[in-house]
């Protein structure tokens, strides 16, 4: 609820500093008063709500990619942590063993 209200926090803003203007209270006054004013108004706020929730929605989309990606890489440091220790617990002879089958 409160990222619809933070949403649509710019748009009032926007809306109050059109009112301001000499012009906003006539244009206001004619999409109240007449049928295709009306109209207008409607199909405008549709237009806006959709925009909205697909930004609403993008932003999600894009927080749960990051979140895979960082448990990704939580999850290959792991592994190289474990390989490391592994490492670490061999004897000099076989670490050497191993290193010269990777070398080659």
């Known amino acids: ?55 609403i929605g993008r932003k999600d989309g894009v927080d749960r990619i990051r979140l895979q990606q960082a448990q990704h890489n939580l999850d290959a440091l792991r592994d190289r942590v474990s390989t490391d220790e592994e490492i670490r617990k061999m004897p000099p002879n076989r670490r050497r063993e191993e290193l010269a089958r990777w070398v080659r």
């Open 1 to 55: 609820m409160l990222k619809l209200a933070l949403a649509f926090a710019p748009l009032l803003l926007i809306a109050l500093g059109f009112l301001a203007t000499p012009w906003g209270l006539p244009v206001l006054s004619w999409l109240v008063g007449n049928p295709v004013g009306r109209v207008v108004a409607v199909v405008g706020i549709a237009v806006t709500a959709i925009w909205i929730a697909y930004q």
